[in-house]
């Protein structure tokens, strides 16, 4: 491991010398190959920081590189859907998850490379790193934290961070 990488647990995470508490999905914390889709659990393993969305009707742009949601901006979240474990805008016919939403959870959003680019139907869509809803209540899957840690982390990221969840 490197000074770098953002490393998550049970118990929480360490990211740059600093311990962080964080939300973990309600499954637990699973080896990777026994990931599903809708199991609310968090795949043990090393991923990557592949985007950073933000709501610009809420906060500031908190990098570069982070690219603004807008209403029509969805996740695919059925495996059937060519577009399975990607962003899409509306309309879309198959079933997903709203990017902009009326609660805070998605106001930024890193997006790791779990089951993407190329990803497999049922193993698992959009394993991110959001706000959570309250200290330590279990996200369907995601990483969640505080508004604030989530705030301090992201400007200190980049491209590829490595996200190491262990279980």
């Not at 699973?30 to 199991?39: I, L, Q, T, Y």
Request: glycine letters at 10%; charged letters at 25%; aromatic letters at 10%.
């Amino acid at each position: 491991m490197k000074e770098g990488d953002l490393v998550v647990t049970r118990q929480g995470a360490r990211f740059m010398g600093r311990s962080f508490p964080c939300s973990i999905g309600r499954g637990g914390i699973v080896p990777a190959k026994e990931k599903r889709e809708g199991d609310g659990a968090t795949p043990e393993g090393t991923h990557r920081i592949v985007g950073m969305l933000y709501n610009p009707a809420r906060m500031t742009r908190p990098t570069g590189w982070a690219l603004p949601v807008s209403h029509a901006d969805r996740w695919s979240d059925d495996g059937d859907d060519p577009d399975y474990n990607l962003m899409v805008r509306m309309p879309h016919a198959y079933s997903h998850e709203r990017l902009w939403r009326a609660d805070p959870l998605y106001d930024l959003i890193l997006l790791t490379d779990w089951n993407w680019p190329h990803a497999e139907p049922g193993r698992g869509s959009a394993i991110f790193i959001h706000t959570w809803r309250r200290p330590r209540y279990p996200t369907a899957g995601c990483v969640a934290f505080s508004r604030q840690d989530l705030l301090w982390i992201a400007p200190r990221i980049g491209y590829e961070t490595r996200v190491i969840i262990r279980g």
